[in-house]
């Protein structure tokens, strides 16, 4: 993969776009609409400046904050009219700041964000990697899921899994993401349907058990290999409550047995060492569940190390 062109993490200092996606519709509790305030709150420009990167101005994404209706009693798709419109709208903002030669970072916002996301970055880069840091898979469908929350099917509306909605359905959007270039990491809770479907694709997917057994180092590698090559591009989604809940208790479906605070930081100072990352967002940041504001700051920490941040 070429990198030079592009607005990757490395040593050098790069301009930096910020998006906020303030929606929380796509999870299953109130709060994640009000992370990139969160998270700005605890501390991320000034963060961002003392690494020495450029900040464009922020670009706040407008979105629904309130249902239009109560989702119906056994709604497959809930809100989904507003993950649609906060879709397309975020694909119209992360495909201008790519067009800019700006490194996007899209604060969420719960894990829905997501879709619009890699729509607008496959418009740039046809055969995106995509590493994804998460508890879970977020590889539901309408058939599978059993909640509703379109939060849990983000990653297999990328790959074109679901029969009513599609990057097809977003104007300007690149092609669906290839399941090959796409890796999971950290995954400890994955529903019967999600299992299925990662099996039949074959979908990389390193659980919990895999960073127990090999390390996080070992993982990481794998993890590189197979989103950084024959792509043209890495997105990194990194899902907060990938990190275990005693570090991370802000976030509303919480998982025991998660990263360690080290395993996180080393995780993302890997991926920026090794100048592939061409894109990130952080998501499900949830202060309302967290009075004590760690989790907000806990992502400006982690944020830092993935844009270069070292201990020495
Ligand atoms: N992005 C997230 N936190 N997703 C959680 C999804 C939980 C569960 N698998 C569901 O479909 O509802
Ligand atoms: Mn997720
Ligand atoms: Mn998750």
Avoid at 9 to 33: D, S
Avoid at 167 to 188: E, L
Avoid at 189 to 212: N, Q, S, V, W, Y
Wanted: aromatic share 4%.
């Amino acid at each position: 993969m070429e990198r030079e062109a592009k607005a990757v993490v490395q040593k050098q200092a790069m301009k930096l776009q910020l998006i906020h996606v303030p929606f929380g519709l796509g999870a299953g509790r109130a709060g994640t609409e009000l992370g990139p305030g969160d998270i700005l709150h605890a501390g991320l420009v000034r963060q961002i400046r003392n690494l020495g990167h450029d900040l464009a101005d922020d670009v706040w994404v407008s979105c629904a904050d309130k249902p239009a209706a109560a989702p119906a009693p056994g709604e497959r798709l809930k809100h989904f009219a507003e993950v649609a419109e906060m879709s397309r709208n975020v694909c119209t903002e992360v495909s201008a700041a790519v067009e800019s030669g700006a490194f996007p970072l899209i604060l969420g916002g719960d894990h829905s964000i997501a879709i619009g996301t890699m729509a607008g970055l496959a418009a740039h880069y046809p055969s995106l990697g995509v590493v994804w840091i998460d508890a879970h898979t977020d590889m539901n469908t309408e058939a599978t899921t059993h909640s509703g929350n379109m939060h849990g099917m983000s990653l297999a509306i990328a790959l074109g899994k679901l029969r009513s909605f599609s990057y097809a359905d977003i104007p300007g959007a690149g092609p669906s993401i290839k399941k090959g270039n796409i890796v999971m990491v950290a995954a400890r809770d994955i529903d019967p349907g999600e299992r299925e479907l990662i099996r039949k694709e074959g979908i990389a997917c390193f659980t919990m058990h895999d960073i127990d057994r090999l390390g996080i180092h070992a993982v990481m590698e794998k993890a590189l290999e197979i989103a950084g090559s024959g792509t043209d591009g890495v997105h990194l989604s990194f899902d907060i409550d990938s990190v275990d809940p005693v570090e991370a208790p802000g976030v509303g479906t919480p998982v025991r047995g998660g990263l360690s605070y080290r395993e996180a930081h080393f995780a993302l100072e890997l991926l920026a060492e090794s100048g592939l990352i061409t894109s990130m967002e952080v998501v499900e940041v949830n202060s309302l569940l967290d009075p004590s504001g760690r989790t907000a700051r806990l992502a400006v920490e982690l944020i830092a190390s993935m844009l270069g941040k070292r201990i020495i």
